[in-house]
């Protein structure tokens, strides 16, 4: 079964540096999604993207935030200053009809 | 926006037995899938279920998506079942983003 596939699994990162996220999204799928789980709670919708653009973002999209695919099969999430509640788990999904999630990364941030 | 409530949010079972978790929306859905995370954080997709019944195993799911509802039964759990079961969904008029529940935590004892 085709799988969507996440790297790092697990990233420590010290407050104000940079990360970058990385995806392999299901190769026929069109639109590619980034989700994050606090630990504990629920999984919130991050950013939305579709033919090589942003097709929605959320209110914790901020600016530190941004989403490329830079070669046609990575898609990857850059969080430009980390901050201490960026520590969470991050999901990568992409869909044709119903979504496949990634394993996710486990970002650290200290 | 749309309220996903689901219940009940801790489930303790005995392997072997069965349950059912119930997945209540506030509005009118165009999918609704069913999730279970285990416990290295991996969110498995179990059901894309939008509407009407399916089965996989022992897990079945049923959405009632004009009374705005979905089930998920466990038949003779085991203790592989243990972990977080989210209901998610797609608004009609979102860019297809979805809107997670809270989850039902479940624990089956041997």
């Known amino acids: 079964e085709p799988e969507v596939t996440q790297t790092p699994s697990h990233q420590v990162t010290q407050m104000g540096q940079e990360v970058i996220l990385r995806c392999v999204p299901i190769?026929?799928?069109?639109?590619f999604y980034w989700y994050r789980q606090i630990l504990g709670q629920k999984v919130e919708f991050l950013v939305s993207?579709?033919?090589?653009?942003?097709?929605?973002k959320s209110e914790i999209f901020d600016d530190q935030f941004s989403v490329e695919r830079p070669d046609g099969s990575n898609f990857t999430l850059k969080i430009r200053s980390t901050k201490l509640e960026d520590s969470a788990m991050y999901f990568c999904a992409s869909r044709s009809g119903g979504y496949t999630f990634g394993s996710g990364t486990r970002l650290t941030v200290v | 926006g749309i309220q996903v409530e689901q219940s009940p949010p801790d489930l303790i079972l005995q392997e072997g037995a069965n349950s059912t978790l119930r997945c209540n929306f506030s509005d009118s859905v165009n999918n609704l899938q069913w999730f279970h995370q285990n416990p290295w954080g991996q969110l498995i997709n179990l059901f894309y279920?939008?509407?009407g019944t399916k089965q996989n195993g022992r897990l079945s799911a049923t959405t009632v998506a004009t009374e705005r509802y979905s089930l998920l039964y466990i038949s003779s759990s085991q203790t592989t079942d243990s972990g977080v079961y989210f209901c998610a969904v797609v608004r009609m008029d979102s860019s297809y983003k979805l809107i997670f529940g809270s989850g039902t935590r479940l624990l089956v004892r041997p």
């Open positions: 993207f579709y033919n090589n653009e942003i097709s929605e």
């Open positions: 190769s026929n799928h069109l639109y």
């Open positions: 279920i939008p509407s």
